[in-house]
């Protein structure tokens, strides 16, 4: 167990919805980063906040958000869901200071999109 | 660009056997490398991490990888393997002022009886 919980642990909507996934991070870490894993592109790193400020993008397409929250928590916003959407989505921690050092994942959240 | 490389997406080792994974990163990719393990419907688990104090890095379950720099490579080995090493290895590049990881496309580890 890393100490990063996420919810839910499977989502499974249409095409078209929204889905809010949940992240928190382990206790004292203030970096959470986001990544998404699929079968065709791998692990890729989407978004990473600090502190509740965001410090780095990546490949995050315009129709997903983030945010962290004054308790540190994270949530990941998906909208105008397409097909090619469902994947593994992972939340990882690391803290405390600023530079990245080891990231602890949660378990994922399977989002499957019909 | 920064680019971590597993060579071989699957490999296939008898139990007892040595088990060596194989990953290579390239220049740009900052100090700090990562091997992580991923079981069947479950998260990525740390193995080990490089950064710098040492170039044989031992991990859990008897894990380890040597850092070369001539080579750029981190290649993971273990000895002997067991049934249950069978699972998914992520190689990882990325720390100080970069905060992201890159994933290598990871190699599927199975142990034969």
């Known amino acids: 167990d890393s100490g990063v919980t996420q919810t839910p642990k499977h989502l499974i909507t249409a095409t078209g919805q929204r889905v809010t996934l949940r992240c928190s991070p382990r206790?004292?870490?203030?970096?959470v980063y986001w990544y998404q894993q699929s079968l065709d592109q791998g692990l890729q790193f989407l978004i990473q906040?600090?502190?509740?400020?965001?410090?780095a993008k990546g490949n995050i397409l315009e129709r997903f958000s983030a945010q962290q929250f004054p308790d540190l928590h994270s949530e990941l916003n998906l909208s105008s869901l397409e097909l090619g959407d469902s994947a593994l989505y992972f939340c990882?921690?690391?803290?405390?200071?600023?530079?990245?050092?080891?990231?602890?994942f949660g378990p994922g959240t399977r989002l499957t999109v019909l | 660009a920064q680019s971590v490389t597993q060579l071989g997406s699957h490999v296939s080792v008898s139990e007892g056997a040595l088990v060596l994974l194989r990953c290579n990163y390239s220049s740009s990719v900052p100090p700090y490398l990562f091997w992580y393990v991923q079981y069947p419907n479950q998260g990525l688990q740390l193995l080990l991490k490089y950064t710098s104090a040492a170039t044989l890095v031992k991990g859990i379950n008897g894990f380890e990888a040597e850092f070369k720099k001539s080579e750029t490579s981190f290649h993971l080995t273990k000895p002997s393997a067991h049934m249950s090493d069978a699972a998914e290895y992520f190689c990882?590049?990325?720390?100080?002022?970069?905060?992201?990881?890159?994933f290598g496309k990871g190699t599927l580890l199975t142990v034969n009886p």
């Open positions: 990882a921690s690391s803290g405390p200071g600023q530079g990245a050092d080891t990231q602890y």
């Open positions: 990882a590049g990325g720390g100080g002022s970069n905060y992201k990881l890159t």
């Open positions: 906040y600090y502190n509740g400020e965001e410090r």
């Open positions: 206790s004292g870490d203030l970096s």
